[in-house]
């Protein structure tokens, strides 16, 4: 029975542990990014702006989950939480506080199995970016006026994968990172997120951990392999 009950608790401990790995866009073979000009919300208000107008923050948050786990999240449903909350165009105030990532992870990382940091001031060259991006997390990154995501880290090429919620191509709203940002994401250099309106002034640290849906798959599987473990009569 003893070694019955060590081949379990082996199992479910690697049963768990590839759960908790992140999922990379392309293993997963993610079909888009969240972009907030897209036409199924980009005309939706949201306080005295709409999305496509103030919503950097928001695609953002859905951009880091979803490069992180896979998991869609609803970006306009995300949008009233925010404003709500107060953390998404108040009064007087357009765009997203910092301090939206942590509690978005707060609010909904249980379902979405994530968690975020308290918005951390910093360069593109920090150590803690650049350990959490090495680690499969990912990041909310804030640059002149905007939030963008980084969504992986090429230590070969030293590149980041850098996912735009409006992107610089797309040029109704924001020209800025024209030519720098496209649709679909950039493989950028550091010295590249230090230049003009893609210079990196700080982030919040996405992590994965287990949805409560994840949860209660592995407890479902922990359950049906110590049946099936159990010595037959």
């Keep these: 029975m003893k070694t019955i009950r060590v ?28 972009r907030q000009v897209d036409d ?28 992180l786990t896979g998991w869609e999240t609803d970006l306009p449903a995300l949008s009233e939480w925010a404003h709500e909350a107060g953390l998404f165009n108040a009064p007087g105030v357009p765009g997203c506080y910092r301090s939206v ?18 918005f951390l ?3 593109i060259y920090d150590d803690r970016l650049t350990s959490h991006l090495l680690a499969g997390g990912t990041a909310a990154i804030h640059v002149p006026g905007h939030f963008m995501t980084i969504a992986d880290y090429d230590p070969e090429t030293e590149t980041y994968l850098v996912i735009d919620p409006l992107p610089g191509d797309y040029g109704r709203y924001d020209k800025r990172r024209k030519g720098v940002t496209h649709t679909g994401g950039d493989w950028l250099t550091a010295k590249q997120l230090t230049e003009g309106y893609v210079d990196v002034d700080g982030f919040a640290l996405f992590t994965r951990v287990l949805s409560r849906q994840e949860e209660e798959t592995v407890t479902t599987t922990a359950v049906s392999a110590s049946l099936a473990a159990l010595p037959k009569k």
């Design 101 to 118: 990532f942590y509690y978005a992870g707060e609010a909904y990382g249980e379902e979405y199995g994530f968690t975020a940091t308290q």
């Design 7 to 34: 081949k379990l608790c082996f199992c479910l401990a690697v049963l768990m542990l590839v759960l908790a790995l992140p999922v990379s866009a392309e293993e997963a073979n993610l079909p888009f990014s969240y």
């Design 40 to 67: 199924r919300w980009k005309d939706i208000p949201v306080g005295d702006l709409t999305i496509a107008e103030s919503a950097c923050g928001i695609a953002t948050i859905c951009n880091s989950v979803y490069f």
């Design 121 to 123: 001031y910093g360069t």
